[in-house]
């Protein structure tokens, strides 16, 4: 077991490794927590992960990780990380094997009262239209021909093939497409991959929940964003599938590759990388921004999917019902963007690996409705607690390059949990508190179980606590469908 890194709390949900305190360290770590939340990691590598990230070439002031860190490849999940634009790398394993895994909130006319008595023909009909499971397939096919226009359009390209209205782009993150999409980068193999999960929530912590809105902590900004406590949202959670996963796989084999011929040796072997403005660093970046937009495609088609059983179950057209894009954020990918940094404003290259973006109010990259208040932060718990939207705050630039939690972050494994929960035992406590489950496997359950993850409430009171978010609303889950 690799030596665990010293942590000197710098305040009272800020903990620092000094430079010192591992080999070719560039620039301290930095860890938003407390001492519960350090409880959970005791022991786990992710804080030696942490500590290799700073030993990267070109990074910029310090290695980050947020409140629900853990074990990750290369990265730890949570981690942050922005490089020079000069002499900084690009590291696939600080971006994820799920490009562009994100979340997209929905919004409802429905009330808990009225959602009730067809809460569980609508998690059947939701589990029928949008496709889960390891390797599931269905959605929306596609023609070889077609996936050319999505890599490079993303949710737009959804949008005018039907699967959505003009409005959910304007309140997606970059409105549902990064600039600078290669998709000639984006092999035959990863295409194959993609062809049929167009609208599938795949396998994992992917997920579509039926919300109910518990609490509102920001009245004015949850009015903006159409919440209303006892109000039904629905919460989705999924990414770019098999291509992303494929194209993430070909160029950490290329990155190693070359970097063996070059003789470089890392302190980690899953921090391949290489530097930005190479072949290998712009290829990448341009297949990882043409998986991003398959993933942004694929939240769009699910949405569709989630219209479509509303729609059926209860009688009318999904206009009537609402169902607004309230929101979509990523969590694994490298964005372009302009950060002040040891005195100096300058563009970097953000890597946000099991992070969100928390922009403040008043930033271009906020749609116009929010930008009075900040940007939502989504922020999934378990399918047995809660689930929060956030809003960024001006601190959050300063501290963590506009950066947030993405989620509850695992205590367990899934291994782990597999071996710890039982799916009956799991199956029968959600359904004591009026949680309707249905899933494509019974590992996805127990893999997934409230215990295997920490806890949310604790989670969201440090991003809160370090100046990095705010609390808008609370959602509770009613129906989970699950991968």
């Given at each position: 077991m690799p030596k665990v890194p010293t942590l000197v709390r710098l305040d009272e949900f800020t903990y620092q490794i000094p430079r010192e305190e591992a080999a070719g360290m560039r620039v301290p770590g930095v860890l938003f927590s407390d001492p519960a939340l350090l409880d959970s990691v005791a022991g786990d590598p992710s804080l030696?992960?942490?500590?290799?990230?700073?030993?990267?070439?070109?990074?910029?002031?310090?290695a980050l990780?947020?409140?629900?860190?853990?074990?990750?490849?290369g990265f730890p999940v949570g981690g942050v990380a922005a490089f020079d634009l000069a002499d900084g790398v690009v590291s696939p394993g600080g971006i994820g094997y799920d490009i562009n895994c994100g979340v997209r909130l929905l919004r409802t006319s429905l009330t808990v009262e009225q959602l009730r008595p067809k809460l569980s023909d609508l998690v059947d009909r939701l589990y029928r239209e949008v496709p889960s499971g390891v390797g599931s397939k269905g959605g929306r096919p596609l023609k070889p021909g077609e996936m050319d226009e999505v890599l490079a359009r993303g949710a737009a390209w959804a949008v005018d093939d039907g699967l959505g209205r003009p409005a959910d782009l304007a309140v997606q993150e970059e409105e549902g497409r990064l600039a600078g999409a290669t998709p000639a980068e984006v092999s035959e193999g990863a295409r194959s991959r993609g062809l049929r999960q167009l609208g599938t929530l795949g396998s994992g912590n992917h997920f579509l929940e039926v919300q109910a809105v518990d609490e509102v902590f920001d009245p004015a900004f949850a009015a903006a964003l159409g919440l209303a406590r006892g109000g039904v949202a629905v919460?989705?959670?999924?990414?770019?599938?098999?291509?992303?996963?494929?194209?993430?796989?070909?160029?950490?084999?290329?990155?190693?590759?070359?970097l063996t011929e070059q003789g470089v040796a890392l302190v980690d072997r899953q921090l391949s990388c290489a530097p930005i403005a190479s072949e290998d660093g712009t290829r990448y970046l341009g297949a990882m921004a043409a998986a991003a937009n398959f993933a942004w495609a694929n939240r769009q088609a699910i949405t569709a999917g989630v219209r479509r059983a509303f729609s059926a179950v209860f009688g009318q057209p999904a206009e009537e019902l609402d169902l607004a894009v309230?929101?979509?954020?990523?969590?694994?990918?490298?964005?372009?963007?302009?950060?002040?940094?040891?005195?100096?404003r300058r563009k970097m290259l953000v890597h946000r690996k099991g992070a969100t973006r928390a922009f403040p109010a008043g930033r271009p990259e906020?749609?116009?409705?929010?930008?009075?208040?900040?940007?939502?932060?989504?922020?999934?718990g378990d399918m047995g607690t809660a689930s929060y939207v956030l809003a960024g705050l001006p601190t959050s630039m300063d501290r963590s390059f506009g950066s947030s939690c993405h989620g509850a972050g695992r205590r367990l494994s899934r291994h782990a949990a597999v071996r710890t929960f039982r799916y009956e035992e799991v199956t029968r406590q959600l359904l004591g508190k009026g949680i309707v489950v249905r899933a494509a496997s019974r590992e996805g359950v127990t893999e997934e179980a409230p215990g295997a993850y920490k806890d949310v409430e604790e989670v969201v009171r440090v991003a809160e606590g370090a100046g990095l978010t705010r609390r808008v609303a609370r959602l509770v889950p009613l129906g989970v469908v699950k991968g």
């Open positions: 030696g992960q942490l500590a290799n990230v700073a030993t990267l070439p070109g990074i910029v002031e310090h990780a947020m409140p629900d860190i853990h074990f990750g490849y919460m989705l959670h999924t990414g770019s599938r098999g291509l992303g996963h494929q194209v993430a796989t070909e160029f950490i084999q290329r990155m190693d590759r070359r309230v929101y979509d954020i990523a969590h694994n990918i490298a964005k372009l963007e302009e950060h002040g940094a040891d005195g100096v906020v749609p116009e409705p929010y930008r009075p208040f900040g940007q939502p932060v989504l922020i999934p």
